[in-house]
């Protein structure tokens, strides 16, 4: 895989590493509260950068508030090439309990939040989390512009969206994200992926790691893994990478250690063959 290929310009003007870090799993339980190590949790993030990832994924709802904090803590002052986005549209209430609420006021509140935790005067990349059945698009949307026209946002994305929804959002307002579940064990926004790459949008899988029962000891995957002498994980991010230009992996872990081996997958090129047989394997 070339230096080219591992690249990706977000928005058309900022030139990141595409194999970057989501920041959800340095939480507790549940992507609630405290991580049990907080020292552990920004060794990771200070490790990341050590490594070259200028990435980092995050949201004001993991914790919530935590992910950003730890963030703002272990990086600030942050590289000059260091992109942090966040997200901004979920509550909580509690252990993995999430529910929406992008009415303006909110959103609103929320970047300023995130402003003051990530320790930042802009957020390179702010996404809507999710949209919000009781309140209108265009609204919600239309706050982040806002804000955008105000400097406090360079670029804006979507999570969790299909075609129709982008392309409502891309009349509001320009996007360079979108941000779904994806892996080689869970295809279901396979035609979102070819709509970005169309369109030259980021897209940004998470659980990119998941592969469900494609893990099976001596199975496909693993056989696969054991040719390029890599593990499964490495694997499965080597065959994002490698699925379309426009993908961003990002990875999350709360310990150095798989941190590192997550890297690696930069340096595996699969084959063509081995790709396509990969691809059409059902979890």
Not at 1 to 17: A, C, K, N, Q, V
Not at 106 to 115: C, G, N, V
Request: charge should be negative; include cysteine; proline fraction near 5%.
């Amino acid at each position: 895989m070339s230096l080219g290929s591992l690249t990706f310009r977000l928005g058309g003007d900022l030139e990141i590493r595409r194999l970057g870090f989501g920041a959800m799993r340095i939480t507790g339980d549940g992507i609630w509260g405290e991580p049990s190590d907080r020292e552990q949790a920004k060794a990771v993030l200070r490790r990341a950068a050590e490594l070259g990832v200028n990435f980092i994924d995050t949201a004001d709802s993991y914790g919530p508030d935590v992910s950003e904090c730890l963030i703002g803590e272990a990086l600030h002052p942050y590289s000059d090439d260091m992109v942090i986005a966040t997200k901004g549209g979920l509550l909580r209430g509690g252990p993995n309990i999430w529910y929406s609420n992008g009415r303006p006021e909110h959103l609103r509140i929320s970047l300023e939040k995130s402003l003051r935790q990530l320790k930042l005067e802009r957020i390179d990349l702010y996404q809507l989390h999710r949209i919000d059945a009781q309140v209108p698009l265009e609204e919600s949307l239309g706050t982040l512009s806002d804000l955008r026209n105000e400097g406090k946002i360079r670029h804006i994305g979507l999570s969790e969206v299909n075609n129709e929804q982008l392309a409502q959002a891309q009349k509001v307002v320009p996007i360079v994200s979108v941000q779904n579940r994806y892996s080689i064990g869970d295809h279901e926004w396979e035609s979102m992926v070819d709509a970005c790459e169309a369109q030259n949008i980021a897209f940004i899988p998470w659980f990119p790691l998941a592969a469900g029962k494609l893990t099976a000891p001596g199975g496909t995957l693993d056989q696969i893994a054991k040719k390029y002498e890599a593990s499964v994980g490495q694997i499965a991010l080597a065959w994002l990478l490698k699925r379309s230009p426009v993908i961003l992996p990002i990875p999350g872990t709360s310990k150095v250690k798989h941190l590192e081996e997550n890297m690696g997958a930069e340096k595996i090129a699969l084959s063509d063959e081995d790709f396509q047989t990969l691809r059409e394997l059902q979890a």
